[in-house]
């Protein structure tokens, strides 16, 4: 029995007896199986053995294989891009010092001389004229054209040489003092500390200065003081010494008036009937003093002369200074400050200088002067 042959159900895998038509378990139809001694037995698979270091080596390979499958097929859809980098070289310099020659030193070049004018000579002219016209000396006319120093050679059609005048310097005025300021400043003064017992009136008794002044001077609003208060005593302010001529403190001198108008070297013509002379003020004179004005014609020398005093710093030639010629004279001018120190015996005021005198200017006056008087020096 045990070593009856049987058959194998090929739907439930139940075994039945080899003659069996159909499986008792399932009733599946068994012709055609084949029964246990008709089936052949296979043989047994033979057996590998790897090592570690083989098994790692397969699976780097591949690792390897597979990825190079992955790149061909991403490089046949393109998805990769075949980017090449290539390194880039940075040089480095390496700077030397090198010495930077020294900047050659400039040498002045001299600065070229103008070049004279030439001007030809029409009727009537003379070398004053000209010199008035183009504001340049008559000597310097003379030198640069060798001609006589009387300067009365001159024929129409005549070429001269006429100089570039020589630029003046314009002088800025100086700050001045109001006469105020000038008398204080003037004034001699005395720094006195106030000792114990002392009052206003002795201090005032002691100096001979009024106690006003010495409140004035020192700010105060009241007599009161105080011991090691400092006091400054104007001595300028002493009362006047007793006696039958008693002698009153001048005021300082005042500076030098600066000129304004007309400009040095100015020229007026035949339509100009009057000059107007302006200087700037000295500061706040005294009723007794005046600015006295001195006007000179040159052209006729030292014997016309106008002389003139105003309190104010303008005065007005009059026409009838003007030349009584038709050619053109220079006159010069100046202004100073004079004090009224007494009278003559026809009651006209005896003047004295008071300050400084300005600068000396000149202006060019052309034509013949008016039917009034001109004035007596």
Not at 20 to 36: F, H, I, M, N, P
Not at 107 to 116: A, G, H, I, N, Q
Not at 174 to 195: F, H, N, P, R, W
Not at 331 to 351: A, C, F, H, K, L
């Amino acid at each position: 029995m045990a070593n009856e042959n049987k058959k194998i159900c090929p739907t439930c895998g139940t075994r039945v007896k080899e003659d069996a038509e159909r499986c008792l378990v399932c009733g599946g139809s068994l012709s055609g199986t084949k029964s246990d001694a008709q089936v052949v037995s296979g043989g047994r698979m033979p057996e590998i053995t790897l090592g570690l270091p083989v098994a790692i080596g397969l699976v780097v390979i591949f690792l390897a294989v597979g990825a190079g499958m992955v790149y061909l097929a991403l490089s046949q859809t393109g998805a990769v891009a075949d980017t090449t980098i290539t390194p880039t070289l940075t040089e480095t310099l390496t700077t030397t010092p090198t010495s930077t020659p020294e900047p050659p030193t400039p040498t002045p070049s001299p600065m070229p001389s103008p070049t004279p004018l030439t001007y030809v000579v029409v009727a009537n002219d003379s070398c004053l004229a000209i010199a008035a016209r183009f504001e340049v000396s008559i000597k310097s006319i003379v030198l640069l054209n060798s001609i006589p120093a009387s300067c009365d050679t001159l024929f129409e059609g005549q070429e001269l040489k006429i100089p570039h005048p020589t630029p003046t310097a314009t002088s800025f005025p100086t700050a001045t003092l109001s006469g105020i300021e000038a008398t204080q400043a003037a004034c001699d003064k005395v720094i006195y500390e106030v000792g114990e017992g002392d009052t206003l009136g002795s201090i005032s008794l002691n100096y001979n200065v009024p106690e006003d002044s010495i409140k004035s001077y020192n700010g105060m609003v009241s007599n009161t003081v105080y011991e090691g208060l400092t006091l400054i005593i104007p001595l300028c302010e002493r009362a006047a010494t007793p006696g039958p001529s008693p002698t009153p403190t001048a005021p300082p001198p005042y500076p030098a008036p600066n000129l304004l108008l007309p400009a040095d070297g100015g020229v007026f013509s035949l339509s100009d009937n009057q000059v107007t002379l302006q200087w700037s003020s000295v500061g706040l004179i005294n009723t007794n003093e005046a600015y006295q004005i001195t006007i000179m014609d040159l052209t006729e020398g030292t014997g016309r002369k106008l002389v003139d005093y105003v309190t104010d710093t303008k005065f007005i030639v009059p026409g009838s200074f003007r030349a009584s010629d038709e050619s053109p004279h220079i006159y010069r001018w100046t202004i100073s400050t004079v004090r009224q120190v007494d009278v003559d015996e026809n009651g006209s005021p005896i003047w004295e200088d008071a300050g400084g005198l300005s600068e000396a200017r000149v202006f060019t006056w052309t034509g013949e002067a008016s039917a009034e008087t001109t004035p007596t020096p």
